[in-house]
């Protein structure tokens, strides 16, 4: 395979390009800039410049990279497309051509990056500092200002930056916990602690490398089941040479396998552990050859936990046409499109499975939910949620696509490539507000099973005090009148007419009594009506 090494970068710039270092100064200037000089500052910087500066100035693991970047390269005057990984300066190169900007093609970046990377392939290709800012979220620590500049971005913003999540659904064979309850728990302590490390470079036993696999979050869904989301960023970028020219940078958070990478709370020792591939599908695949048998050499052990998402830098494109391809970056990403929707409809799947296990207590009216149930289903509802709003943003930019300034083809297959993952798209947010609706709707079953089993030992209650009152105005008069008759200030004597004269004054008012009970009864019931 030919290699097409980026053009060196040395202290001269090229016409209307900058060098590394310049570069670099750039976004340093930018971090610095604040609310007080500038409507555009750039204080959010501050950590992606830092980590840029360190690396350049400490470039120990970029022997290591090899394979962090790969071009494909569409030809203008040919129906196919070729691809190399990309040589980057620091590296020893053949006398062959350099990799030339002006060549329209899509960079795949791969992992965790080398910050001398990142700077090379920024100053050759004027990539957009957002965009690895965007990418680097993780470098910024959690509960401080510049976290906030995370916000849901304007759709109009998105017109050169896209980001995706892709979730990959995994497994343990065997329990690691007693139950799902501390397994979260304990998997959230064990992320938390990931992500510290991710954010200062450093791994469990080992430092971060370029190429390391990042993941930016974790699920539990059973005692077995958990996913594991990942991001993938886009960068369009317009190049000179023509309306047609272009380039596109995808980096993926995929790099080595997880089990080469530093751990996290998936990881389990031996081979207890394994992740459900992301299957695409095309009519008649099952007939074709598909398979890239190169990238299988790379996989030494059947227990490495490898991903679907590591193949598509190098399986890219195998689908598409390379002419319309080249003409069309909207279509040259459609399979990403779709391995992301795949993904995204295995992991609706898998909390659709488990929403059905756990329906069985709640159609059952003769028990009441636990409460384990009930934080599932509030747990699951907040995950739902972080994924409908992931599908949003990514469904919006495909339903705007026409107001991008991107090269676009009149072919008819680039045409209906675009509605089918418009429709897609569409699916998927429908069934995902679905998913994050029935969760609300079980949650609400539960509570009013819960309020009505307590309501009902409050309804015995009141029967038993209203036997009471009854009872008692049986009694009350009677005690009054005895006692009243009994102050011995008229003297019945001996006859029976005293006994006469005590009954007639207490049944009138017994007959009292009971008929205030019965007025009162009959108020409550029209005031409970009337609410």
Same mark, same amino acid.
């Given at each position: 395979m030919?290699r097409y090494?980026? =053009?060196?970068?040395?202290?001269r710039? =090229? ?13 340093e200037k930018?971090?610095e800039?604040s ?10 910087f ?7 500066k360190?690396g350049?100035?400490n470039?120990?693991?970029i022997?290591?990279?090899d394979?962090? /970047? ?14 190399a990984?990309?040589?980057?300066p620091?590296?020893p190169?053949?006398?062959g051509d350099?990799l030339l900007?002006?060549?329209t093609?899509?960079?795949?970046l791969?992992?965790y ?9 920024g /100053? ?5 500092p ?6 680097l ?14 916000l *849901? ?7 050169s930056i896209?980001?995706?999540s892709v979730?990959?659904?995994g497994h343990?064979?065997?329990?690691q916990y ?10 959230a ?10 954010r ?10 370029a190429?390391?696999?990042v993941?930016?979050?974790f ?5 077995k089941e958990f996913?594991?989301q990942?991001?993938?960023? !886009?960068?369009?970028?317009? !190049? ?7 380039k596109?940078?995808?980096w ?22 394994y992740f459900d591939?992301v299957s $695409?599908?095309?009519?008649g ?6 398979q890239?048998?190169g990238?299988r050499s ?7 936990l ?5 193949l598509? *830098?190098?399986a890219f494109g195998?689908s598409l046409?390379?002419?319309?391809m080249?003409q069309d ?21 898998a !909390?659709e499975?488990q929403?059905?296990?756990?329906a ?8 009441v *939910?636990?409460?384990?149930?009930? /934080? ?15 599908i949003?943003s990514t469904?919006g930019?495909?339903?705007?696509r026409h107001?991008?300034?991107w090269p676009r083809?009149?072919?008819d ?5 675009? $509605?089918?993952?418009e ?6 947010l429908?069934?995902a507000?679905?998913?994050?609706d029935?969760c ?5 079953? !539960?509570v009013?099973t ?5 309501a009902?030992?409050d ?9 009471? =009152?009854?009872? =008692? /105005?049986?009694?009350?008069p ?10 011995n200030?008229?003297?019945?004597g001996?006859?029976?007419e ?8 207490t049944?009138?008012?017994?007959v ?6 019965a007025w009162?009864l009959?108020i409550l019931?029209?005031i409970k009506?009337s609410?």
């Open positions: 030919k090494p980026l =053009a060196p970068m040395n202290n710039a =090229a016409p209307n390009k900058v060098t590394p270092a310049r570069y670099l100064r750039q976004i930018h971090s800039s609310a007080q000089d500038s409507l555009y500052q750039g204080e959010h501050l950590y992606l410049a830092e980590f840029l360190k350049s100035e470039p120990s693991s022997g290591e990279a394979g962090f /970047a790969t071009f494909y390269k569409f030809q203008s005057d040919e129906h196919s497309a070729s691809s990984t990309l040589s980057l620091g590296y190169r053949s006398n350099h900007a002006s060549e093609g899509i960079i795949f791969g992992g990056p080398s910050a001398q990377h990142l700077i090379d392939l /100053a050759a290709y004027n990539i957009d957002e965009f690895y800012q965007r990418h979220r993780f470098l910024i620590p959690r509960l401080t200002k510049n976290e906030s500049f995370f *849901p971005v304007l759709p109009s913003f998105q017109t896209l980001q995706m979730t990959t659904i343990h064979r065997t329990p007693k139950s799902v309850d501390e397994k979260r728990l304990r998997s302590s064990k992320m938390g602690e990931y992500s510290m490390n991710l200062n470079g450093r791994g469990m036993g080992r430092n971060w490398e190429r390391d696999s993941v930016r979050s699920a539990v869904h059973d005692e996913s594991i990942q991001m993938i960023t !886009i960068c369009m970028i317009r !190049i000179a040479g023509g309306d047609d020219c272009w596109v940078v995808v993926v958070d995929a790099g080595k396998t997880l089990s080469s990478s530093p751990v996290g709370p998936w990881s389990s020792p031996g081979d207890n552990i591939p $695409l599908y095309k009519p695949v099952a007939l074709k050859d598909h890239y048998p990238h790379q996989v030494v052990d059947d227990n490495q490898v991903q679907s998402l590591s598509l *830098p190098v195998r046409h390379p002419k319309i080249r970056p909207f279509y040259a990403l459609s399979e990403i499109f779709d391995f992301v929707a795949v993904s995204e409809l295995q992991f609706l799947t !909390i499975n929403l059905d296990h756990r069985g207590s709640l159609r059952d009216i003769f028990a *939910p636990s409460l384990s149930v009930h /934080a599932d289903l509030l747990y699951f509802r907040d995950i739902l949620e972080d994924h409908v709003n992931n949003e469904n930019f495909i339903k705007t107001t991008l300034r083809s009149n072919s297959k680039a045409q209906v490539a675009a $509605l089918r993952i429709v897609d798209y569409e699916a998927l429908t069934r507000r679905g998913l994050r029935r609300e709707r079980d949650i609400g079953v !539960i009013n819960a309020q009505l089993s307590q009902t030992p309804m015995s209650e009141t029967k038993r005090n209203l036997k009471l =009152a009854i009872i =008692a /105005a049986m009694f009350l009677m005690t009054a009148t005895g006692t009243f008759f009994g102050m200030f008229v003297n019945f001996s006859s029976s005293g006994v006469w004269v005590w009954i007639l004054t049944i009138p008012l017994m009292v009594s009971l008929v205030a009970i009162d009959d019931r029209k009506k609410e």
